[in-house]
């Protein structure tokens, strides 16, 4: 079992920056490959990142490339997500998520994913 805790949502300007973070229980995150996802109001939940148990391995969403950048620190059970230049589109709750299968490829689709913590909101004003 993993659980999942998101922080560093907020209120941001739009051309702001926020970094969230998401922060792992139990033994298995640094086997687990970690997505973000997002959901905006009467919208269906979509892929923003992934990365490999190794961190070598990262996909981005078209609407988030080279605007936001996944990391993660497996010595602190914890995957980030930078995003940068944000958008009002961008506002959402955002959710991390860990694949319960060991050293998998990354996967964009929520579907692949076992764990999700409960979100984080970010909003972004005009």
């Known amino acids: 079992q993993v659980q999942l805790v998101e922080s560093g949502g907020g209120l941001v300007q739009a051309g702001g920056s926020l970094r969230l973070s998401c922060a792992a229980s139990g033994r298995t995150f640094s086997s687990s490959t970690m997505g973000w996802f997002r959901q905006a109001p009467g919208k269906e939940r979509e892929f923003v990142a992934a990365?490999?148990?190794?961190?070598?391995?990262?996909y981005y969403a078209d609407s988030m490339k080279g605007r936001s950048t996944i990391s993660r620190d497996n010595a602190k059970n914890t995957v980030y997500l930078q995003m940068n230049s944000l958008h009002p589109e961008d506002t959402a709750v955002y959710y991390c998520?860990?694949?319960?299968?060991?050293?998998?490829?990354?996967?964009?689709?929520?579907?692949?994913?076992?764990?999700w913590g409960q979100g984080t909101q970010v909003t972004v004003s005009s």
């Open positions: 990365i490999s148990w190794s961190g070598s391995t990262k």
């Open positions: 998520a860990a694949d319960a299968r060991p050293y998998f490829t990354p996967r964009r689709s929520a579907e692949d994913y076992t764990y």
